[in-house]
């Protein structure tokens, strides 16, 4: 089963950038689908960007225009690029990996992946 460790979070203004890393422990590539979510206290995990086996990727209206998904296969590595940060995108960030047959708007569901990471934390302050 594939392994999966986030990293790049911490705190930043509002305005501000950050990019998070998850690396795979093994290539993901055409195998499965990726996708990051976030969960703040007291809420659900929440989708945030999705990535398919085709490398269609799809973001949640939250993000969309600020956030980039992006996987590098050489280095069995996703990214979420996140520019122009607001303090409501503080949470604790989590990449994870699935590879049923689900598509499209199903890959925000919790529910269509099987493997996750440890998360990472993301501030916003304003």
């Known amino acids: 089963q594939v392994q999966l460790v986030e990293s790049g979070g911490g705190s930043v203004q509002a305005g501000g950038s950050l990019r998070l890393s998850c690396a795979a422990s093994?290539?993901?590539?055409?195998?499965?689908?990726m996708g990051w979510f976030r969960q703040t206290l007291g809420k659900e995990r929440e989708g945030v960007a999705t990535?398919?086996?085709?490398?269609?990727?799809r973001y949640a209206d939250s993000v969309k225009g600020r956030f980039t998904i992006s996987q590098e296969n050489a280095k069995n590595t996703l990214y979420l690029q996140m520019n122009s940060l607001k303090p409501e995108d503080t949470g604790m960030y989590y990449c994870?990996?699935?590879?049923?047959?689900?598509?499209?708007?199903?890959?925000?569901?919790?529910?269509?992946?099987?493997?996750w990471g440890q998360g990472t934390q993301v501030t916003v302050s304003s």
């Open positions: 994870a990996a699935g590879s049923s047959a689900l598509r499209g708007s199903w890959l925000f569901s919790r529910a269509a992946y099987a493997y």
């Open positions: 093994e290539n993901t590539y055409r195998r499965y689908y």
């Open positions: 990535i398919d086996k085709d490398g269609v990727t």
